[in-house]
């Protein structure tokens, strides 16, 4: 399969950024010379810290790229102690809550951003936006899912030609995965801007050092003596943490095959144990992964290798969980957020993924990454994954070396991504 790389700009995309320069100019005279007024479309939910770093991410991005503009969150859900770690981080930040906060976001500011996220997540949102204000919307970030299941009285392809038709209608898309960008392309979008852009999560930076520190001390790990490993099943069962009925179908295959998806991290685990001095941390990336991460490895692992493993039975909040991330040598497992959590600090990760999925796993193709993505639907991609985290641990220069040149990438199409949005406000 050949990789796209969207290093360069396509004639078409280039010819369309120059009336985007235009339409900023003459948006930024109507603006009486004021910032330039964003809302930002985000915080999806709590209960993983992959969903909370897509926040946070951007709004870095926009403080990077775009300082002085004035931004807005038009969030989800910002519990479990969220808010505070966005306000604490990112002070100037409105938050546009109830109903009277958000009939003056819409009023007042230039435009909206949909954040990044596993689809167009605010689908209607974004739809609401455009009919009430008439003003411009883009898109940053996101994978686009193959025509799959409705919730809605739509069939599957009627509401993915209505995610067609809003997608086109934004004024730029960037896609986190090149497996995205050709489905939209092949299915007809029209948005004057597609290409490969980094998801937001890339560029988090929170951090809680003070409760990083605690844990770490209170469980024996040193700082560079250790690695990381996130469980996961094939489907998320948020019938055990929110209020919905458990799908028997989902269950029962993440029961036929969680032996399957852990056991090269079994293997792995045993190999770091039985050939180096490091310890492993098992960590959740989601509330319902410390269970899983107790049941289907650590209460395998033999009694003296369980002496150099740490099972962590607690969700933690982003902050914390990067800051516990860069003391580490690196990750491995069957997440993928805090893999971007650790490229975009520079730490080694290793990502596993499957059919299950949506293609976002390909984004580690599309940075360089791609000797660090395992697909478990392939028995040699299972046998393969102890060697690369063996090497990870042996040669952590090299390691870093690898992730440090993922996160160039990365960063380089940060910037251009972001001038997109700065010459589309005028800022």
Known sequence: MTTLRPDFLSRRSLLTRLGLV????????????????????????????GDIAHTPGVLHLLEQHLPDAEITLWPNN???????????????????????????????????????GPSLVAEKDVVRWSEATGKPYGVYGITLPKKGSSSTKETPGEKFRKTIRVLS????????????LALAKAEG???????????????CDVRDDEKATAFLQANGLEEGKFLCCIPRLRYTPYWRIKDRPKDEVRHARNEEMKAHDHAPHIEAIRRIVAETDLK?????????QM?????????????EIKKRVVWR???????????????????FGNEMHSPIMCIGQGVPAIVCRWAEQTSKGYMWEDIGLGEWLFDFDKEEDLARLPDAVLAMAK?????????????????????????????EVGA
Not at 169 to 180: K, T
Not at 189 to 203: I, K, L, N, R
Not at 280 to 285: A, G
Request: proline residues 5%.
């Open 280 to 288: 492993v941390l098992l960590c959740p990336e989601d509330r319902t």
């Open 78 to 116: 910002l519990d479990n102690g969220v808010d505070e770690l966005l306000t604490s981080r990112f002070p100037k930040l409105k938050i546009a809550k109830g109903t009277e906060a958000l009939a003056r976001a819409f009023a007042e500011n230039d435009f909206l951003l949909h954040g990044s």
């Open 291 to 303: 269970q899983v991460g107790k049941e289907v490895i650590y209460d395998r692992l033999p009694d």
């Open 22 to 49: 235009l339409g900023a100019t003459a948006m930024k005279a109507g603006a009486a010379d004021r910032p330039a007024r964003i809302l930002l479309r985000s915080s999806w939910q709590t209960v993983n810290i």
């Open 169 to 180: 209608g934004a004024r730029f898309v960037f896609f986190r995965d090149s497996h995205s």
């Open 313 to 331: 039975p607690d969700y933690w909040l982003t902050g914390e969980a990067i800051s516990v991330y860069v003391r580490s040598l690196g990750l």
């Open 395 to 423: 040669d952590p220069d090299a390691a870093r070396a690898k992730a440090a040149e993922g996160r160039r990438f990365v960063e380089k199409r940060q910037r251009e991504t972001m001038a997109v949005l700065a010459r």
């Open 189 to 203: 979008c029209t948005s004057p801007v597609m290409e490969f852009g980094p998801d937001g999560a890339f560029a």
